[in-house]
């Protein structure tokens, strides 16, 4: 026998705890604490059949609302709200077991779930939601034999029937749920970032450089961007953010060089679909050397450096073209601006300068020399004991030898300049751990990196990265396979939800309304008709017949691919357009890949290889699982 008072108040207790669980990090500590020293009271008078009496309890729900409500502010709107709601549904469990404070408690337990979707939403708040939903729905169904008779027992097997039942309205409902998912508006992130600003750290670069300004520099592991895009060679897994060419006193800064006149980057396009964090900084990196930036208004400047036009404030996604290159080309340069030097150069560095400028050398063997000249140093990269003081560079370079990118990055920068070798630094990322099942690069901010410039005549600026001549490099272990699928869940969580927001909503909605509107049947359409049909039903049995035929192979990727294009932009495909003028229409990722392959196949009139076919089958598995 199974008694129905005893099943309800511990399930009463289970939805009580989850309404609680996610919001206990955010609460003051004063709710924090009384809610489980309230629960465990509650339990303790449950296995005594008592409760507190509401002569007692009425006061004690005033006393603590003044005492709570006495810290409220504009500014602390949400925490103190829910503070009040999960002392009050503390006090709910102390009260008399009768069905009005049984759905006064399930209520306030879906407040305090909603009320930790404002500050932080994530793969795991489904979770939390569908056991409430699901506690709830058998509790009700609890509730009614209760409201008839707290004594109530039930028989095991009718009880076992009877929760069975209880849990199948919300599991039935799942369905609708996910079904009102894509068209239910939502907002881009949590509501609580309108109301206050975010607490955590934000990731991004700094847009200055000082060697010496700390004795180490401590790894933070935070993610910095994730980047869908196929596998690229190790030694190019640069990710270029921001260019710093001046010196305000001994720091590297970024100033505007109107004088710069960058050429076309030529080469085979890298396509990549970043998905930055939340950054302090307006910098939008991307595979070095980064050609354009779309899909997010920004602006661009000669050196390659793309700044984002608005604050990265929160959850963005932009679409980058990157040339894998190590040389900039560009046409001229203002050679003066790139010769300046610091305040402070020591007079060892300006005697290894003088040595590395002496007649007869070009810059290809000033640069050789230099690179000789610092695996000769025998210098080691490190992040801890770093040279601080009056000169950190020279004792980095001719004492210490120990030093991180930084350091590596300015000695080098600034001998070229004293050798007269324009330079500049190149702030971004090194490195990425790639996510195969996911399919993505996952760039952490312990990936942060300096490397170097340099500019050569008739060849433009050249990717030198000093520190590749440590002895030692400080490399982070890469994230094990649970970590990594842990982290494909819950960035795939924020693609679908943080992407799909009310403003693409509304935009289906509209074009669906004007397809709608455009939609006119003529006057003469039902006659026609009729004097179509026998020419209608031949033409359905040549159709018929026709794809009784099994296609080619190249026929066949075709028209998958031109399926996936008419999803993807609805309204926009044309049958009179060749797959170039389409490509070059569209500017669709995945069909400017399809087309490359495919191109030289059909316009060389050959059938594809097994390779290109899976190559385009591929492509076609990306562009379906890309949502547009």
Request: aromatic share 12%.
């Given at each position: 026998m199974v008694r129905i008072d005893l099943l309800l108040s511990g399930l009463t207790a289970c939805i009580a705890l989850i309404g609680y669980l996610p919001l206990q990090g955010y609460l003051d500590p004063f709710a924090r604490f009384f809610f489980p020293a309230a629960l465990s009271l509650a339990v303790y008078l449950q296995v005594k059949g008592r409760a507190l009496p509401p002569r007692v309890l009425t006061p004690a729900s005033i006393l603590l609302f003044f005492y709570?409500?006495?810290?409220?502010?504009?500014?602390?709107?949400?925490?103190?709200?829910?503070?009040?709601l999960v002392v009050f549904l503390g006090v709910r469990l102390l009260g008399e077991r009768v069905g009005r404070n049984y759905l006064q408690a399930f209520a306030l337990s879906l407040f305090c779930l909603a009320a930790s979707s404002l500050y932080e939403i994530s793969a795991?708040?489904?979770?939390?939601?569908?056991?409430?939903?699901?506690?709830?729905?058998?509790?009700?169904?609890?509730?009614?034999?209760?409201v008839q008779d707290p004594t109530a027992v039930l028989p095991g097997r009718e009880a076992k029937k009877v929760l069975t039942v209880a849990a199948l309205i919300p599991v039935a409902s799942l369905p609708l749920l996910l079904f009102l998912f894509f068209f239910l508006p939502r907002?881009?992130?949590?509501?609580?970032?309108?109301?206050?600003?975010?607490?955590?750290?934000?990731?991004?670069?700094?847009?200055?450089?000082?060697?010496?300004?700390?004795?180490?520099?401590?790894?933070?592991?935070?993610?910095?961007?994730?980047a869908i895009t196929p596998k690229v060679p190790e030694q190019k897994l640069y990710w270029r953010a921001v260019v710093l060419n001046a010196f305000k006193n001994d720091a590297w800064v970024r100033e505007p060089v109107p004088g710069d006149a960058p050429s076309v980057m030529r080469g085979a396009a890298v396509l990549q679909e970043i998905y930055p964090e939340r950054s302090a900084t307006p910098y939008l990196p991307a595979l070095n050397v980064t050609r354009s930036i779309?899909?997010?208004?920004?602006?661009?400047?000669?050196?390659?450096?793309?700044?984002?036009?608005?604050?990265?404030?929160?959850?963005?996604?932009?679409?980058?073209?990157?040339?894998?290159?190590?040389?900039?080309?560009?046409?001229?340069?203002?050679?003066?601006?790139?010769?300046?030097?610091p305040e402070r150069v020591s007079d060892r560095m300006r005697a290894e300068g003088r040595a590395l400028s002496r007649a007869?050398?070009?810059?290809?063997?000033?640069?050789?020399?230099?690179?000789?000249?610092?695996?000769?140093?025998?210098?080691?990269?490190?992040?801890?004991?770093?040279?601080?003081?009056?000169?950190?560079?020279?004792?980095?370079?001719?004492?210490?030898?120990?030093?991180?990118?930084?350091?590596?990055?300015?000695?080098?920068?600034?001998?070229?300049?004293?050798?007269?070798?324009?330079?500049?630094?190149?702030?971004?990322?090194?490195?990425?751990?790639?996510?195969?099942?996911?399919?993505?690069?996952?760039?952490?901010?312990?990936?942060?990196?300096?490397?170097?410039?340099?500019?050569?005549?008739?060849?433009?600026?050249?990717?030198?990265?000093?520190s590749a001549w440590?002895?030692?490099?400080?490399?982070?272990?890469?994230?094990?396979?649970?970590?990594?699928?842990?982290?494909?869940?819950?960035?795939?969580?924020?693609?679908?939800?943080?992407?799909?927001?009310?403003?693409?909503?509304?935009?289906?909605?509209?074009?669906?309304?004007?397809?709608?509107?455009?939609?006119?049947?003529?006057?003469?359409?039902?006659?026609?008709?009729?004097?179509a049909l026998p020419g209608l039903a031949a033409l359905l049995l040549l159709v018929f017949w026709r794809k009784q035929r099994p296609p080619t192979v190249e026929a066949r990727l075709l028209r998958r691919m031109l399926r996936l294009l008419a999803k993807r932009h609805p309204g926009e495909i044309k049958g009179d357009e060749g797959l170039f003028e389409l490509s070059a229409r569209l500017n669709?990722?995945?069909?400017?890949?399809?087309?490359?392959?495919?191109?030289?196949?059909?316009y060389h009139d050959r059938p594809l290889t097994r390779a290109e076919v899976a190559q385009l089958e591929e492509i076609l598995r990306a562009a379906a699982q890309d949502r547009p």
């Open positions: 709570l409500a006495a810290q409220f502010s504009l500014s602390q709107l949400v925490p103190v709200a829910s503070d009040l795991i708040f489904l979770v939390y939601l569908f056991s409430l939903l699901l506690l709830v729905a058998v509790a009700l169904v609890l509730l009614t034999f209760h907002t881009q992130y949590p509501i609580w970032n309108f109301l206050n600003a975010p607490a955590g750290k934000k990731t991004g670069l700094s847009d200055t450089v000082q060697p010496g300004s700390a004795p180490a520099v401590s790894e933070v592991k935070g993610v910095v961007l994730r779309s899909s997010l208004r920004n602006d661009s400047a000669g050196d390659g450096v793309f700044v984002s036009r608005r604050p990265l404030d929160k959850k963005v996604r932009y679409l980058a073209e990157s040339v894998l290159a190590e040389n900039v080309p560009t046409k001229r340069i203002d050679r003066d601006f790139y010769l300046r030097l007869g050398r070009d810059s290809d063997q000033k640069m050789a020399a230099l690179e000789a000249f610092f695996r000769g140093q025998r210098l080691t990269y490190a992040n801890t004991g770093l040279p601080v003081g009056g000169d950190p560079l020279d004792s980095f370079l001719f004492d210490k030898k120990r030093g991180n990118c930084e350091y590596f990055a300015s000695c080098y920068a600034i001998l070229l300049r004293l050798a007269g070798v324009p330079s500049r630094l190149v702030g971004g990322y090194r490195g990425g751990t790639y996510n195969d099942v996911g399919g993505y690069y996952l760039v952490t901010e312990d990936m942060a990196h300096v490397w170097v410039e340099a500019y050569t005549d008739g060849v433009g600026w050249r990717t030198v990265d000093p440590a002895l030692g490099s400080v490399r982070s272990k890469p994230p094990g396979t649970l970590a990594m699928y842990l982290d494909m869940t819950g960035f795939y969580w924020d693609k679908a939800v943080v992407t799909y927001d009310l403003d693409k909503q509304l935009s289906l909605v509209r074009n669906a309304g004007n397809k709608a509107r455009d939609l006119r049947l003529p006057p003469w359409f039902g006659t026609a008709m009729l004097l669709d990722r995945h069909l400017t890949r399809f087309v490359t392959v495919y191109g030289p196949a059909l």
